[in-house]
């Protein structure tokens, strides 16, 4: 093919076939197959009556079919298998990242939750809120779990703390979870907003209004942080005051926060305390008996009857203010351990200094511009009062709060206080109702005027 004929043919003959064709004829090829199964392929050919045939245009002939099988190609053999396999491990990587995206953001959602949706965030939108719970958005540890700072962009852009706590089912979580709805509805400017919560796994994530300033404790132990002036400690006193008055008579429930003290009052963006973690916190209608029977809270805080009844009620939240009161006069924890595995229990040490006449050593000489004595001795000696061992004696935040404003005379102390040497004995069950029968006419006047203004 391509090639002239030959002009001297190899092969030539005249045939004179007019005694076998007819009037007509059609003229075309034949071939037969021998024993090595040759094909014979007929690309073109030219024919003419009376004359030379005219030339093939090779130009326009078909192409020669294949004789034999294509032969596959190296590349497809290699890169098909690599394909396939590529495929298949791509498969595989998608259903384990789907797998284990739905176990990282996984959540317990029951149907009796869906009366609080409201208050119910995703995991999802919680972890990227806080970029993972990174330890750059870390602000703190406590005993009861991890906090951290977070900036939620939908339905509007807010800054949150999100508290991860450990739980049990045994806790009653159904129980729980409505009161954190609740709580969920407290508004009073001297409380940290709790904004809602997530269930997941082994953990409960409380969601509360990010405080700027962050925690009240860093301003009174943390010698690299600037401390507060007498001014702010009270402002910040009345505060927590009001927000605990608010808890126990304003709202619509009796609200137990159990866990009053200086590391869970945060300070907002213009140093306001406010009371926060309602973590531990408990509910119960007016004039009916608290049930909580868990004894839960921070050692220093907890009031003594806790460790006979379990039964948390607004006289121990009052014990635990007292405390606190202690903390932001004298700079100082409720319970300091010293050298020597000596023991210093600050209540025990300020009702010595008052009975010796030297309370004003109990304040905290970090205070700057100084500070007003009657002021001072004022809060020093309501946080006695609030401390009281027995739970009778103490004030209620409604009287607390007009002892603060001046609109009610502190009753006089009477120098035979009773002190955590008591609160020992009660502690370790020496203390019944005897003790008092034996004590002094002096000690039960002691009681009596601790009383006073009730």
């Keep these: 093919m391509g090639m002239a004929r030959p002009k001297k043919p190899l092969l030539q003959t005249s045939v004179n076939l007019s005694g076998v064709?007819?009037?007509?004829?059609?003229?075309?090829?034949?071939?037969?197959?021998?024993?090595?199964?040759?094909?014979?392929?007929?690309?073109?050919?030219s024919f003419a009556l009376y004359g030379p045939a005219l030339a093939l245009d090779i130009s326009e002939l078909p192409a020669l079919p294949r004789a034999w099988p294509k032969p596959r190609s190296k590349v497809l053999e290699i890169v098909l298998p690599i394909a396939s396999a590529t495929?298949?491990?791509?498969?595989?990587?998608?259903?384990?990242?789907?797998?284990?995206?739905?176990?990282?953001?996984?959540?317990?959602?029951?149907?009796?939750?869906?009366?609080?949706?409201?208050?119910?965030?995703?995991?999802?939108?919680?972890?990227h809120a806080t970029k993972g719970f990174s330890d750059k958005n870390l602000l703190?540890?406590?005993?009861?779990?991890?906090?951290?700072?977070?900036?939620?962009?939908?339905?509007?852009?807010?800054?949150?703390?999100?508290?991860?706590?450990?739980?049990?089912?045994?806790?009653?979580?159904?129980?729980?979870?409505a009161e954190v709805s609740s709580i969920g509805r407290l508004r009073h400017r001297n409380l940290v907003p709790?904004?809602?919560?997530?269930?997941?796994?082994?953990?409960?994530?409380?969601v509360y209004d990010h405080m700027p300033n962050g925690s009240l404790d860093k301003y009174l132990y943390d010698r690299s942080t600037?401390?507060?002036?007498?001014?702010?400690?009270?402002?910040?006193?009345?505060?927590?005051?009001?927000?605990?008055?608010?808890?126990?008579?304003?709202?619509?429930?009796v609200v137990i926060h159990r866990d009053v003290k200086a590391s869970n009052v945060l300070l907002d963006s213009e140093m306001n305390g406010r009371l926060g973690d309602f973590g531990l916190a408990r509910l119960y209608d007016h004039g009916a008996n608290a049930q909580t029977t868990h004894v839960v809270g921070?050692?220093?805080?907890?009031?003594?009857?806790?460790?006979?009844?379990?039964?948390?009620?607004?006289?121990?939240?009052?014990?635990?203010?007292?405390?606190?009161?202690?903390?932001?006069?004298?700079g100082r924890r409720p319970i300091e351990q010293h050298e020597r595995e000596s023991t210093i229990v600050l209540v025990d040490w300020v009702t010595e200094q008052?009975?010796?006449?030297?309370?004003?050593?109990?304040?905290?000489?970090?205070?700057?511009?100084?500070?007003?004595?009657?002021?001072?001795?004022?809060?020093l000696k309501l946080a006695l009062l609030c401390s009281h061992p027995l739970p009778t004696a103490r004030p209620t935040m409604r009287q607390v709060m007009k002892y603060l404003n001046g609109d009610m005379l502190l009753p006089e102390l009477s120098s035979v206080y009773l002190s955590f040497t008591m609160l020992e004995r009660m502690f370790t069950g020496e203390f019944n109702q005897n003790m008092l029968a034996d004590a002094s006419s002096t000690s039960i006047g002691a009681i009596s005027d601790l009383s006073g203004g009730r």
């Design 21 to 45: 064709l007819q009037s007509t004829a059609y003229v075309g090829f034949s071939s037969a197959t021998g024993v090595m199964s040759t094909r014979h392929f007929v690309l073109g050919w």
């Design 87 to 127: 495929l298949l491990v791509a498969v595989g990587i998608d259903i384990y990242l789907f797998v284990r995206w739905r176990l990282k953001y996984s959540e317990l959602r029951e149907d009796w939750e869906d009366a609080f949706g409201p208050h119910r965030f995703s995991y999802k939108e919680l972890y």
């Design 140 to 177: 703190g540890k406590g005993g009861f779990g991890s906090v951290y700072k977070g900036k939620l962009h939908k339905p509007r852009s807010i800054e949150i703390a999100v508290k991860r706590v450990s739980h049990e089912s045994r806790q009653g979580m159904k129980e729980f979870v």
């Design 194 to 206: 709790l904004l809602g919560y997530c269930r997941r796994k082994g953990e409960l994530l409380l």
């Design 226 to 253: 600037r401390t507060l002036d007498w001014r702010q400690r009270l402002h910040i006193i009345r505060g927590v005051a009001a927000g605990l008055l608010y808890l126990h008579e304003d709202w619509e429930q």
């Design 298 to 330: 921070t050692m220093g805080y907890l009031a003594p009857e806790l460790g006979h009844t379990g039964k948390a009620t607004t006289s121990t939240d009052v014990f635990a203010f007292g405390a606190f009161l202690l903390e932001m006069t004298c």
């Design 354 to 379: 008052w009975r010796k006449g030297t309370i004003i050593h109990a304040v905290d000489t970090r205070i700057p511009n100084g500070f007003s004595l009657d002021k001072v001795t004022l809060v």
